[in-house]
């Protein structure tokens, strides 16, 4: 638990990089572009004065003031937001303002086109062979894959959509997943705590009424109610080609597309589980894991 004096320190600092931020920030933009004469020679600072902020921004000078010098006073995410209009602030200038405000800052806007930053992603999946990854949305859809889950993992078109469902649901990861039982308990609190921050969105509970429909063991998890923050954990597999693989998993957020998420698997050191995916991933060892895939889901 951080101590008086440290908790102390920090609010000074944020407090002081506040003051520069919006001194900074107010410098740059010049009357003429907030719409204001510029005020020729007597003007001696550039870009525009704390009081005209304050005008254009609907906030009493006296408050504007107080906010700049970091001075503890109540802040709205409103007035926050006429600053930043004013201030001409970038979405992720927007962002750090509220968080110098001591605010939670509103959701990233992406500056990237979603399809090319979809198809650079795919690209990085792809280049993590022969290691299994696969990309994620806020439901735990999974929008893309590389071959190495299909060989590994199961993961083929006839799949249910979301990785939870398939969790419980995928015939052919439930035979290869050797610590199935163990992982379970903790894969429904981690979509929990994924859900405990959008408790108002309709997605996760569709996802959680469909699978409670299929899976007793689920709805027996969910109603327990445990809650776990996601992370890192070791897959063993029983691959039926290549035997035991132990995976570690990573989950790997994405700024630019905060409701993206990139699983990734790394070989478990001091194991021959990258030499076996070499062999699993080689012409022959794809050809031969295709058809136990298959196999294994028809029986």
């Known amino acids: 638990m951080p101590s008086p004096a440290s908790s102390s320190s920090a609010k000074s600092y944020r407090r002081q990089e506040l003051r520069d931020f919006l001194m900074t920030r107010r410098a740059r933009v010049s009357p003429t572009e907030a719409g204001l004469p510029d005020g020729g020679a007597r003007r001696r600072t550039p870009g525009l004065r704390r009081e005209e902020v304050a005008v254009l921004a609907g906030v009493g000078a006296s408050w504007y003031q107080w906010l700049e010098q970091g001075r503890d006073i109540t802040v709205s995410p409103q007035v926050l937001d006429a600053v930043g209009r004013v201030l001409k602030l970038s979405g992720d200038e927007r962002r750090h303002l509220y968080v110098l405000a001591g605010l939670n800052p509103p959701a990233a806007e ?9 198809d650079g992603l795919k690209r990085l999946i792809d280049a993590w062979m ?14 893309t894959y590389n071959e190495a889950s299909t ?4 993961f083929r078109p006839e799949n249910d959509d979301n990785c939870l469902v398939n969790f419980f649901t995928d015939p052919v990861y439930r035979v290869r997943a050797k610590r199935w039982a163990e992982a379970a308990p903790e894969i429904v609190a981690q979509y929990r705590a994924a859900m405990s921050e959008r408790l108002d969105d309709e997605g996760f509970h569709a996802v959680v009424d469909k699978l409670s429909g299929l899976s007793e063991e689920f709805r027996e998890l969910w109603e327990r109610g445990d809650v776990a923050a996601g992370g ?13 693989l132990y995976l570690e998993v990573t989950q790997l957020k994405v700024p630019a597309r905060p409701d993206l998420t990139i699983a990734v698997h790394n070989a478990v050191p001091e194991t021959d589980t990258m030499a076996k995916l070499l062999r699993l991933t080689s012409p022959e060892g794809r050809r031969e894991a295709m058809h136990a895939v298959a196999a294994q889901a028809a029986s």
């Open 151 to 154: 060989l590994v993992q199961g």
């Open 232 to 244: 890192q954990m070791i897959k063993e597999m029983e691959h039926p080609q290549v035997g035991t």
């Open 130 to 143: 022969p290691l299994p990854a696969h990309i994620m949305d806020q439901y735990w859809n999974c929008i």
């Open 110 to 118: 992406s500056a990237y086109d979603p399809d090319y930053l979809c």
